[in-house]
């Protein structure tokens, strides 16, 4: 593995910028203890999730609460701060609690939720608990997969004809959590569904002019593909700036674990058009239809997403001379996320970096902060600091 170049703009400013983030996940333990923020921020500053059905205000459910204990991981990594690690191990017995009770887990979001809050421990701390409740996690995420279309259905209730035969290209995220439990378990169907699964999307969801669908359909009985949509995104033609990044990362990441090479290609594929599309300061539009000049909000989260795919897929390289170039973007699109998209001050929010987009067709996490920018922004922050680091994935 090549050490970066401290030469580099981006590694000479990661110390100071894990000087600012540590303090304010500090402050931020402090003001939370074991309740967990919204998805976003408003105006700058995280608010208590809020209550839904049964769940009061607070409680853990949705698909972003482990990227909060995620950033606690790496900071203790980072820092050996127990109280870092106190605050990671009790969001993990809450996790633990949450899939034993079943709540909230009708989604293919279960391979975010528990690789950072239950795999996690397993990892750093041999937590038996943590690694009961992750093969549980995965043995409830096989529940979604479908045959014989091969894929794993993104959200929902698995009989509501609107999400039947729906995945989406943030899956790639949530495969790690069955190539863990195969790993720990032996059993064969948990490698061969995420087999089954990103085959799917390397040959449907990334078009071929190397832009990538968010969402894609197939016909749940005969196993069909259908169409190509979004979601999220500014047109079911468009390509969506987070999608784009969960493509860089996700095929590599897979990568690691099954050892397909098309995967390497398609997730250098996703590499190019996303490099191609970036405006000068390296942070993309929230959908990458928009280009400078524009009026657009940026998401600094794909930006943190793609660094970490960069950095990822180039680790894997054997060429160098590829792999220094993926490492170079991966360092300019870092340096301009320190410089220009993190507070002036810890104090003046609780996020990690600004100008996230969570939902721009909905109106939703516009300009804010995010979990899973925060959490990204730490990974690409302990991937510069510390290039030995093995992620959690």
Not at 168 to 177: E, Y
Request: hydrophobic content about 40%; some cysteine.
């Amino acid at each position: 593995m090549t050490t970066p170049s401290t030469t580099s703009p981006a590694v000479a400013t990661v110390p100071r910028a894990l000087d600012d983030a540590l303090a304010t996940l500090r402050r931020n333990i402090a003001n939370f203890g074991l309740s967990y923020p919204d998805d976003t921020t408003t105006n700058g500053k995280y608010l208590l999730r809020p209550a839904a059905g049964p769940f009061t205000v607070g409680a853990n459910r949705g698909w972003t609460t482990s990227f909060w204990p995620g950033s606690y991981w790496i900071a203790f990594e980072l820092t050996g701060d127990e109280s870092f690690q106190t605050a990671a191990v009790a969001h993990a017995r809450d996790f633990a609690r949450r899939v034993d009770q079943e709540e909230d887990l009708e989604t293919h979001d279960l391979g975010f939720l528990y690789t950072l809050a239950a795999v996690a421990p397993w990892r750093l701390l041999r937590d038996e608990d943590s690694h009961r409740a992750a093969l549980s996690a995965a043995d409830h995420l096989m529940r979604r997969f479908l045959e014989p279309a091969g894929i794993i259905q993104a959200w929902g209730d698995l009989n509501d004809p609107v999400q039947r035969g729906r995945t989406i290209i943030d899956s790639l995220m949530n495969l790690p959590l069955l190539t863990w439990a195969h790993e720990q378990s032996g059993e064969e169907r948990f490698i061969q569904a995420a087999r089954r699964h990103i085959e799917q999307l390397r040959v449907h969801i990334i078009r071929e002019d190397n832009t990538t669908f968010h969402t894609f359909y197939w016909d749940p009985v005969t196993g069909d593909p259908l169409r190509g949509a979004t979601e999220q995104g500014a047109a079911d033609d468009s390509c969506w700036a987070r999608g784009q990044a969960w493509g860089i990362y996700g095929f590599a990441l897979n990568n690691r674990v099954l050892g397909d090479s098309r995967l390497l290609e398609a997730s250098r594929r996703c590499a190019e058009h996303f490099l191609a599309l970036l405006p000068q300061d390296q942070v993309p539009y929230w959908d990458m239809i928009y280009t400078d000049p524009s009026e657009m909000p940026r998401d600094s989260s794909s930006g943190a997403i793609a660094v970490c795919g960069l950095l990822e897929l180039a680790d894997q390289e054997d060429d160098a001379e590829r792999a220094a170039r993926w490492r170079s973007a991966a360092y300019r699109i870092l340096d301009s996320l320190i410089k220009n998209y993190t507070p002036k001050s810890p104090e003046d929010s609780d996020a990690l970096i600004l100008e996230s987009v969570y939902d721009f067709p909905k109106s939703v996490g516009v300009n804010e902060g995010s979990l899973w920018g925060d959490y990204f922004y730490m990974e690409a922050l302990m991937r510069v600091a510390r290039p030995e680091w093995k992620p959690y994935w």
